[in-house]
């Protein structure tokens, strides 16, 4: 199944709102990232966190990681129409060796002008 | 740089025919990734080359997918015969080091459909 899984799967808000995005996933971690998919487009790199940080910010970006819950969340703030996209959150297991880093299934933002 | 480029960006192909898809990573990173994203599977990694060598391709489907990175600038996904469930969008991704380190670039995707 896979290592990250991100909630809710669709979300729908009013440009200026903030939007929040969680992803939950199952073994220990070395980092885990975030990235955003415009439609028909490739996935492009947001922000990393390592397993020793517990908050990060990147302009609108403010993420955080509780590595007891093994759960992370991204927050984007003062949201706008160009935000919409879907998001995904990717774990790299640590395992002592190479491990697979995998993806969720995305949570697709909706930002209505 | 102009990034990680692939292609065809679309491919329209009858089932049982060969689909080659083609990459050229970032220049002077040594990571090449292939994904395969569906709706119902969301994005899956296909194989991981490190230095040019296939790392780990346990997510291949099956026989009839191969792939190579005979240099450090230039990848191929080939698909033989095809299968309309081989439809999908597939993405090359690069990344300058080690991937569990550091951010990968994806390039734009070629969707390919069997028919």
């Known amino acids: 199944s896979q290592q990250g899984e991100e909630d809710p799967q669709a979300l729908s808000i009013q440009e200026g709102e903030n939007a929040t995005m969680n992803c939950s996933y199952k073994t220990s971690i070395n980092n885990l990232q975030w990235y955003r998919q415009n439609s028909g487009r490739g996935l492009v790199h947001l922000i990393l966190i390592r397993s020793n940080e517990r908050e990060k910010h990147s302009g609108r970006l403010r993420v955080t990681l509780d590595t007891s819950k093994k759960s992370s969340s991204l927050l984007i703030t003062a949201s706008r129409a160009a935000d919409t996209a879907s998001y995904f959150c990717?774990?790299?297991?640590?395992?002592?060796?190479?491990?697979?880093?995998?993806f969720g299934i995305g949570t697709k933002l909706q930002v209505i002008p | 740089d102009a990034g990680v480029i692939q292609s065809p960006r679309h491919e329209v192909t009858e089932m049982g025919q060969e689909v080659t898809l083609r990459c050229k990573p970032i220049s002077g990173h040594n990571s090449l990734f292939w994904y395969r994203q569906t709706m119902m599977r969301g994005l899956e990694l296909l194989i991981y080359f490190n230095n040019n060598v296939p790392i780990d391709d346990s997510g291949m489907p099956e026989d009839r997918f191969s792939a190579k990175m005979p240099n450090a600038s230039f990848s191929t996904l080939k698909i033989q015969p095809s299968e309309p469930r081989d439809s999908a969008v597939y993405f090359c991704?690069?990344?300058?080091?080690?991937?569990?380190?550091?951010?990968?670039?994806f390039g734009q995707g070629t969707r390919l459909t069997v028919v």
């Open positions: 991704a690069s990344s300058p080091t080690n991937y569990m380190n550091t951010e990968a670039f």
């Open positions: 990717a774990t790299d297991p640590n395992s002592g060796g190479y491990q697979k880093v995998t």
